[in-house]
T-cell receptor
Framework: GENVEQHPSTLSVQEGDSAVIKCTYS??????FPWYKQELGKRPQLIID?????GEKKDQRIAVTLNKTAKHFSLHITETQPEDSAVYFC????????????FGRGTSLIVHP | NAGVTQTPKFRVLKTGQSMTLLCAQD?????MYWYRQDPGMGLRLIHY???????AKGEVPDGYNVSRLKKQNFLLGLESAAPSQTSVYFC??????????????FGNGTRLTVT
């Protein structure tokens, strides 16, 4: 959706490097921000999410940070492994105060062994 | 407990043919959504429903119709298929609309090719 912009569209890293994917959103009232991972031929799976009352959340090698002032949130993957290769999507509520999920266009992450 | 089940998994249509994609959930979810996924375009919302008997248009509704006659089922219809409707279709559901989190449950997808 146009109210959620995701960058970059592709990201290629060496195993062990860090990867960062950023999303910006338009509705300042948004307060829930999930990230999904989609492996080839499979459905998206929720990997981490954050609510607006916190600035950062970690789960092992992945973390999400939120900057409500700038209206952007980022996915951070440290010590990348080949199995991290997938397409990653962010999501935010559709602009206008609805409860409808709008997804970014996705980032194809390739981790080279 | 099967979660969200989509049928069929694959389908090939000729231009002008019609078909219905079925989404069924056994979690008593109120909200159901149909998205299409195309390379580089992410997941775009086609139609959604906030409860039995209700439907609403999403971002890309043209060429599609939907029905939610029963709470557990959300049908997506293509009356006259076009090559532009070649895509992977995902059905998702959530208990309610987003308040604290969506807790979206995805089906496995339907890969549709229109020739």
């Amino acid at each position: 959706g146009e109210n959620v912009e995701q960058h970059p569209s592709t990201l290629s890293v060496q195993e062990g490097d860090s990867a960062v994917i950023k999303c910006t959103y338009s509705d300042s009232a948004s307060n829930y921000f999930p990230w999904y991972k989609q492996e080839l031929g499979k459905r998206p799976q929720l990997i981490i999410d954050i609510r607006s009352n916190v600035g950062e959340k970690k789960d092992q090698r992945i973390a999400v940070t939120l900057n409500k002032t700038a209206k952007h949130f980022s996915l951070h993957i440290t010590e990348t492994q080949p199995e991290d290769s997938a397409v990653y999507f962010c999501a935010a509520p559709e602009a206008g105060g609805s409860y409808i999920p709008t997804f970014g266009r996705g980032t194809s992450l390739i981790v080279h062994p | 407990n099967a979660g969200v089940t989509q049928t069929p998994k694959f389908r090939v249509l000729k231009t002008g043919q019609s078909m219905t994609l079925l989404c069924a959930q056994d979690m008593n979810h109120e909200y159901m959504y149909w998205y299409r996924q195309d390379p580089g375009m992410g997941l775009r919302l086609i139609h959604y429903s906030v409860g039995e008997g209700t439907t609403a248009k999403g971002e890309v509704p043209d060429g599609y119709n939907v029905s939610r006659l029963k709470k557990q089922n959300f049908l997506l219809g293509l009356e006259s298929a076009a090559p532009s409707q070649t895509s992977v279709y995902f059905c998702t559901s959530s208990l309610t609309g987003w308040t604290v989190s969506w807790d979206l449950h995805f089906g496995n997808g339907t890969r549709l090719t229109v020739t």
